[in-house]
T-cell receptor, first 115, second 113 residues
Framework: GAVVSQHPSRVICKSGTSVKIECRSL??????MFWYRQFPKKSLMLMAT?????????EQGVEKDKFLINHASLTLSTLTVTSAHPEDSSFYIC???????????FGPGTRLLVL | AQSVTQLGSHVSVSEGALVLLRCNYS??????LFWYVQYPNQGLQLLLK??????LVKGINDFEAEFKKSETSFHLTKPSAHMSDAAEYFC???????????FGSGTRLSIRP
């Protein structure tokens, strides 16, 4: 089946720095990808929809200048957490709709810890 | 707008007992409904999905769910719980299988020996 990868799987950074998380569809093309955030022992919150060739669509309450999304190609979307703060520490998960099967594939997630 | 409500943040059952995890949805259009499982420190795994075909949906690991429009429910069941079923379960709703998905708050399933 289709696979979505994320890199890195885990990252620790200092407060004030920026962190880039990559989401790749490995064997299919994805014109749309979704970014979710999951707090410890909480549900997944949709942050934004990443659109290849156009601007991302952010959910209400998500700071687009804080969480920069770039859908550079049909297989890659990146989420950059700018000027990270400890409250940005979370589990970030991306997903992409499969091009053949009527389903959506989730990446394994990236755990971000901001010190 | 779409939303899901999962009743019970924590459910505990004995090994071999019936598992029932409750989910109610709200949608202005015919919904696509999903159940996902998340094991500790891992990503999401799709258990099953409802896409307007059969109302009784069978998934992996003997899980199944029934779509009941009159009750706006999509409860997840398994006849006999295994220790390996202990995980977090999320009910979710979307406009299609390819659209953004809105997740419920999750239910943590514990299995007693």
């Amino acid at each position: 089946g289709a696979v979505v990868s994320q890199h890195p799987s885990r990252v620790i950074c200092k407060s004030g720095t920026s962190v880039k998380i990559e989401c790749r569809s490995l064997d299919f093309q994805a014109t749309t990808m979704f970014w979710y955030r999951q707090f410890p022992k909480k549900s997944l919150m949709l942050m934004a929809t990443s659109n290849e060739g156009s601007k991302a669509t952010y959910e209400q309450g998500v700071e687009k200048d804080k969480f920069l999304i770039n859908h550079a190609s049909l297989t890659l979307s990146t989420l950059t957490v700018t000027s990270a703060h400890p409250e940005d520490s979370s589990f970030y998960i991306c997903s992409a709709p499969g091009d053949v099967e009527e389903t959506q594939y989730f990446g394994p997630g990236t755990r971000l810890l901001v010190l | 707008a779409q939303s899901v409500t999962q009743l019970g943040s924590h459910v505990s059952v004995s090994e071999g007992a019936l598992v029932l995890l409750r989910c109610n949805y709200s949608s202005s259009v015919p919904p696509y409904l999903f159940w996902y499982v998340q094991y500790p420190n891992q990503g999401l795994q799709l258990l099953l999905k409802y896409t307007s075909a059969a109302t009784l949906v069978k998934g992996i690991n003997d899980f199944e769910a029934e779509f009941k429009k009159s009750e706006t429910s999509f409860h997840l069941t398994k006849p006999s719980a295994h220790m390996s079923d202990a995980a977090e379960y999320f009910c979710a709703v979307g406009y299609s299988s390819a659209s953004k998905i809105i997740f419920g708050s999750g239910t943590r399933l514990s299995i007693r020996p």
